[in-house]
């Protein structure tokens, strides 16, 4: 099944249009959990190295912890790149283990990673990320190709445009060949998002919106076109900009949008609205550290301590659903 | 010493502004090194992993003869994440090694990455790669700061400023702290980078022309503009459009640049020198595969063995040294 068939039919089946940032930083982390690491890692080595491996293994038991919390609530989550490639080698293992543990999860596995290279280049990422799975890796779907599949595996990945489409074909080939999608930055959620996105062209229009309809074309044909009408080649649309949203949702009728912003950077649920068509489908809606650190929000009045941080999360992802769903609803 | 001074003096020192790029694919790699590695780390374990692990050593190794063969030659080296990351913890151990190994024998690093995030992701991904140096790692700068620097620690690295500012300022804030450095794609070497780069502006010129403004904004002030008027904050100015170059090198004066594009991807020396000063400074270019892949050119009419690879690396990066030198000299 195309990926972006997966995704809506496990969006249909959660009743639930959003997916868990597991951009997981060592401050989020119960100092138990890392205690417990540091006890058990003691013997494989000393300084930066032993630190770096003792962060990693404790992101990733927290990982397991909120992926055991919410898996039965959302069907995806997105770790970010970011927070794993801090501690080298072991946050790459800790990487392939979060995302390995989420898919054994049954939860669909976007890797926010923002890649974007050219020619054999973007081809090894696209490999990296988007290969046919790795036989013998725990949750991968392995399959004839299994054996050229990097350990990062996932089912889908951020990308980033601005090399131009010789630097977003290598991903396009990989989703289509191995069943794969790819969110591709059209409007992001950052406030300055408009520095380059935002510039008026002499052709008319801006930058994103030329880039949106390139997505709209680059998603066009077999292998890519689902049966709800979208398409795996997917965008990311920021919640903080619910008119842009709007107005890309009425532009791009068949790109999916992957939409972050909402909670921690600020984004509504009405704002993240916007990005969903008249059927209630078309987007899925990120949330990062207002789940991973829900324990700590003054909505919940001290009910939890850091070590119920995964409790907590549970909360915060169901408190997020009938939000977010209230709000498509108020805008159909 | 800043970055950019410290380039430019080992530029000066070596008479060549040229670096090598480590794009080492398995396939570069000839059977006796992976051959050597297989046998040594069959124990290790089995499947997707062993291979992994045994493909990233093998790629570790291959590098390390090249950098013993170009140390003396060039002022520095850039491997590419991309082809690391495809052998996930194995290939991140691989870069962390060659990168080390590289600083150890006097050349500066820089991380071709094109990471461009938002907030408190690109703080991640700026530690990660332009932190202070880790204490206990060979090669690493160490100091002060030293505890908190991620293990992939490399001299500079390679931005993607699609994001706008707010997912540039964290790296050009350890540039500024660390004595880093960054570069900032521009104009990128591939056929379509003018897909989205080179669209015209309502306001007058092109996206790329309006970046390099940027570029050469974010790069003024204490602590990133060096002796030689150059700065730290540095631009990706493909060798492939020397036109734009030359205009490039007109616009923004204190803009150091990185040009890839020469050699494999069929820039000439005279696109690449129009990217350089009066004085001959300025810039320096990247080759990679015409160098990992010296002892199968025609040009040296079957001289080298597959294994004397490092040899045919060393006679072309002598070569590419004298080609460009003099095409700088022809254009003065």
Request: hydrophobic share 40%.
């Given at each position: 099944m195309l990926f972006i068939d997966r995704l809506i039919e496990r969006i249909i089946e959660t009743k639930n249009p959003s997916v868990i940032g597991l951009d997981t930083s060592i401050g989020f982390v119960p100092p138990r959990i890392r205690d417990a690491c540091e006890?058990?890692?003691?013997?494989?080595?000393?300084?930066?190295?032993?630190?770096?491996?003792?962060?990693?293994?404790?992101?990733y038991r927290f990982n397991r912890e909120i992926i055991d919390?919410?898996?039965?609530?959302?069907?995806a989550v997105k770790p970010q790149m970011a927070f794993y490639e801090l501690y080298g080698q072991y946050g790459a293992e800790a990487f392939v283990?979060?995302?390995?543990?989420?898919?054994?999860?049954?939860?669909?596995?976007?890797?926010?990673?923002?890649r974007g290279d050219i020619g054999s280049t973007a081809e090894a990422y696209a490999d990296a990320f988007l290969g046919p799975g790795v036989k013998g890796v725990e949750g991968s779907e392995g399959g004839e190709g299994g054996e050229s599949?990097?350990?990062?595996?996932?089912?889908?990945?951020?990308?980033?445009?601005?090399?131009?489409?010789?630097?977003?074909?290598?991903?396009?080939?990989?989703?289509?060949k191995y069943k794969k999608g790819i969110f591709v930055l059209v409007k992001t959620s950052n406030p300055s998002s408009g520095d380059f996105q935002d510039l008026e062209l002499a052709s008319g229009g801006k930058v994103y919106e030329l880039i949106a309809d390139r997505v709209a074309q680059w998603g066009q044909g077999e292998g890519l076109l689902g049966?709800?009408?979208?398409?795996?080649?997917?965008?990311?649309?920021?919640?903080?900009?619910?008119?842009?949203?709007?107005?890309?949702?009425?532009?791009?009728?068949?790109?999916?949008?992957?939409?972050?912003?909402?909670?921690?950077?600020?984004?509504?649920?009405?704002?993240?609205?916007?990005?969903?068509?008249?059927?209630?489908?078309?987007?899925?809606?990120?949330?990062?550290?207002?789940?991973?650190c829900a324990w700590s929000h003054e909505r919940w009045g001290g009910k939890y301590a850091h070590?119920?941080?995964?409790?907590?999360?549970?909360?915060?992802?169901?408190?997020m659903k009938s939000e977010i769903n209230h709000a498509i609803n108020a805008t159909d």
């Amino acid at each position: 099944m195309l990926f972006i068939d997966r995704l809506i039919e496990r969006i249909i089946e959660t009743k639930n249009p959003s997916v868990i940032g597991l951009d997981t930083s060592i401050g989020f982390v119960p100092p138990r959990i890392r205690d417990a690491c540091e006890q058990e890692l003691s013997r494989a080595g000393a300084g930066a190295h032993l630190r770096a491996a003792v962060d990693a293994e404790a992101i990733y038991r927290f990982n397991r912890e909120i992926i055991d919390a919410i898996s039965g609530i959302v069907p995806a989550v997105k770790p970010q790149m970011a927070f794993y490639e801090l501690y080298g080698q072991y946050g790459a293992e800790a990487f392939v283990k979060t995302a390995n543990y989420a898919r054994h999860r049954g939860l669909i596995v976007i890797a926010d990673a923002k890649r974007g290279d050219i020619g054999s280049t973007a081809e090894a990422y696209a490999d990296a990320f988007l290969g046919p799975g790795v036989k013998g890796v725990e949750g991968s779907e392995g399959g004839e190709g299994g054996e050229s599949g990097g350990l990062y595996c996932c089912d889908a990945m951020t990308v980033n445009p601005y090399l131009g489409i010789d630097g977003v074909k290598p991903f396009i080939d990989n989703c289509r060949k191995y069943k794969k999608g790819i969110f591709v930055l059209v409007k992001t959620s950052n406030p300055s998002s408009g520095d380059f996105q935002d510039l008026e062209l002499a052709s008319g229009g801006k930058v994103y919106e030329l880039i949106a309809d390139r997505v709209a074309q680059w998603g066009q044909g077999e292998g890519l076109l689902g049966a709800y009408g979208y398409s795996s080649i997917c965008a990311v649309v920021g919640a903080t900009y619910p008119a842009q949203a709007k107005e890309l949702r009425a532009r791009a009728k068949r790109v999916f949008f992957l939409v972050p912003g909402y909670g921690a950077q600020g984004g509504g649920a009405e704002g993240a609205a916007a990005a969903f068509d008249s059927a209630g489908l078309g987007a899925i809606v990120n949330a990062s550290r207002s789940v991973l650190c829900a324990w700590s929000h003054e909505r919940w009045g001290g009910k939890y301590a850091h070590d119920d941080f995964a409790a907590a999360a549970e909360a915060e992802a169901l408190r997020m659903k009938s939000e977010i769903n209230h709000a498509i609803n108020a805008t159909d």
